[in-house]
Structures are given as C-alpha cells and as structure tokens.
C-alpha cells in the first residue's frame, strides 16, 4: 500500500509538466533510483576492503564523464540550431563532425590509459587486468555524449530516455 501512496504522489508532481518534460523527469528519477540501488548492492556484495578500488575507478571516471557530459549541451544547441537554419543535412553534417571529434579524443584517452596500465592499476590498487573495463568505459564515455545531445537536439526524447535507462538499468545486470 505504502508503494501505490509513493507513486501516486509521484504522478501528482509531474502533473504540471506535460508530454516530454514529464518523460524527462520521470526518467531521471528512475535513472537515480537505479544508480543508488546499484551502488548500496554493490557495496553489500563486495564489503568495504573490496568496493574502495571500484570506487576509485569510478572517480577517475567521474573526471572524465561530468566534463564530457557537459559537453552534451553543446551538441543538443548545435544540433537544434543547424536543424532549423540548414535542416537535416546540416544536422547531419555537424553529427558527423562531433563524432570524429569525439571519437579521436575517445581513442586517444583509452589507448593512453592502456599504456599506463601499470601505473593506474598500482594507483587503484588493482590487477592490472581490470584497467581495461575502465578503458573502455572511458571510451564510450565519449561517445555518449553525442548520441545523447543528437537525440535531445532533433527532440527525440523517448529514445534519448530509453538510451538514459539502459545505460542505468545495464548497470544492474553486472
């Protein structure tokens, strides 16, 4: 019962938001919900000793994922802008350019953490082997980012909420 008073108070709030506002809010606190989830399971499963070198990965991802995930915005005008004064062609044109842009800067930041390894290993204090998750993660991590602002730029909010969930909820399959 205390479930069905908790989410009818929810509808209540978004009430005043229409259509894709709403989708966005409702997404968010989802996405929110999950991520706690997941780190509070994921501190019971491994205790403390063995979650402080997860959460320092997740730190020295965390340097990379707010800065670049601001970048976000960037694309999201960019887009909306070339859409309306140039079309879908300009759109696509500046898709294609952040993309590679990105998508150097993303090559670039995991070939250099694979090439220090070592040292990022001995820093987290964890087999050298696992660095490479973070690499990859680290990758995308630049590359998201322009999925997401080409998305909310030609205003295609349920797949940019959809990609926003399961990259949450995948989480929770780990």
């Not at 229409?18 to 996405?31: F, I, N, P, Q, S």
Request: one cysteine or more; hydrophobic letters at 60%; charged letters at 15%.
């Amino acid at each position: 019962m205390q479930r069905l008073r908790v989410f009818a108070r929810l509808v209540g709030l978004l009430a005043p938001y229409k259509g894709k506002t709403a989708l966005m809010v409702l997404v968010t606190v989802l996405a929110n919900a999950s991520n706690w989830l997941f780190y509070m399971g994921l501190l019971r499963f491994l205790g403390r000793a063995d979650y402080a070198p997860y959460a320092a990965g997740m730190i020295l991802l965390g340097a990379f994922v707010y800065p670049v995930g601001a970048l976000q915005a960037l694309v999201s005008r960019t887009i909306a802008v070339s859409l309306v004064r140039e079309g879908a062609e300009g759109a696509r044109g500046h898709l294609r350019v952040f993309s590679l842009a990105f998508g150097g800067v993303a090559v670039v930041s995991a070939f250099c953490l694979f090439a220090g390894k070592a040292a990022v290993a001995r820093m987290l204090a964890v087999d050298p082997g696992l660095v490479l998750p973070l690499g990859l993660a680290i990758f995308f991590v630049f590359l998201i980012p322009v999925v997401r602002g080409y998305l909310m730029g030609t205003e295609q909010f349920w797949a940019l909420g959809g990609s926003i969930l399961l990259d949450t909820f995948g989480r929770l399959d780990i």
